[in-house]
């Protein structure tokens, strides 16, 4: 199972021409990914992008302030958990699409056995 944000980038684009070309993009990566889902049998899940950054994947506590990109470490003033901002992301985005995050940390990727034993 996949979960992944339904990216929208409007506020990164300067320029309509840029902006189509972004939401082109973005849009083929998308339809990529769902139909590569399809072809294997995963069940992908997109969900709401808004707040990603800034809720908690342990207790769903939202700060009051998006983070700056350069801080790398969310930390929760409401319970205390503490992990790297793109975990953190990708924990809330799993909770959004349904799927329980337990479970989810430590596995491994195919291949990332192979190199160890090397
Ligand atoms: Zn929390």
Known sequence: ???AEDFRPKFLAKTSMARKAAD????ATKKALLEMGRKHGRDV????PAHTTM???RCGARTKHALPLSERTYTCTACGAVSSRDKNSAR????R???DPAGV?????????LREAA
């Not at 809330?92 to 909770?95: F, Y």
């Open 45 to 48: 899940r997109l969900v709401h």
């Open 55 to 57: 809720d908690c994947g």
């Open 105 to 113: 940390e430590g596995v491994r990727p195919p291949g990332a056995l």
């Open 92 to 95: 809330v985005m799993l909770l």
């Open 97 to 99: 699409a349904g799927l």
């Open 1 to 3: 199972m996949i979960a």
């Open 24 to 27: 082109a993009a973005i849009g």
